[in-house]
C-alpha cells in the first residue's frame, strides 16, 4: 500500500512538472531584434534600443500640433490669465480697505460716546 502510494505521488508529481509552464514561458513581451552584424548608423546615439524588434527614437517627435498652432494656444492661454489679473484688479477691496472695520458692542458704543450727537466722535477728557 505505501509503495503504491509513493508512486502516485511521483506521477502526480512528473505530471504537474510536465504541464507547468518554466520561467513564465512564453517568451518575452516583445520580439528580440537581429543581432549586430554590420557598423552602427552615424546616428545611432539617437535610437533607444533596448534589444527589442522596433527600436525607437530618443528624442519624441510630436506632428499633431503645428508650432504656429501651439504658439497661438500660448497666447490664447496667457491672455486668459491676463483679463483674470485684470479683473481682480479691478475688483480688489483689501486696497480699498486695508484694515478691518472696527465694530463696538451695545448699538457701537452710540449711548457710551454721547448719544445721536456724539456718535462717531470720541469724547476727550480735559
Known amino acids: ?3 503504491k502510494a509513493s508512486l502516485m505521488r511521483g506521477l502526480a508529481r512528473r505530471a504537474n512538472l510536465a504541464l507547468a509552464p518554466t520561467r513564465g514561458g512564453g517568451g518575452g513581451p516583445v520580439a528580440l531584434g537581429r543581432p549586430v552584424s554590420q557598423p552602427l548608423p552615424e546616428e545611432d546615439e ?3 534600443d ?3 524588434a522596433h527600436p525607437e527614437w530618443c528624442l519624441d517627435s510630436f506632428d499633431l500640433v503645428s508650432k504656429w ?5 500660448l497666447s490664447a ?3 486668459v490669465f491676463g483679463v483674470v489679473w485684470g479683473a481682480a484688479a479691478l475688483n480688489d477691496k483689501a486696497s480699498k480697505m486695508p484694515y478691518a472695520p ?3 458692542p451695545y ?3 452710540r449711548t457710551e460716546l454721547g448719544g445721536d450727537l456724539g456718535a462717531g466722535t470720541v469724547p476727550t477728557n480735559r
Not at 498652432?69 to 494656444?73: D, H, I, S
Open 50 to 52: 533596448d534589444g527589442s
Open 107 to 109: 448699538d457701537n458704543l
Open 102 to 104: 472696527r465694530e463696538y
Open 69 to 73: 498652432e501651439a504658439l497661438g494656444m
Open 1 to 3: 500500500m505505501a509503495g
Open 46 to 48: 539617437l535610437l533607444w
Open 77 to 79: 492661454g496667457f491672455a
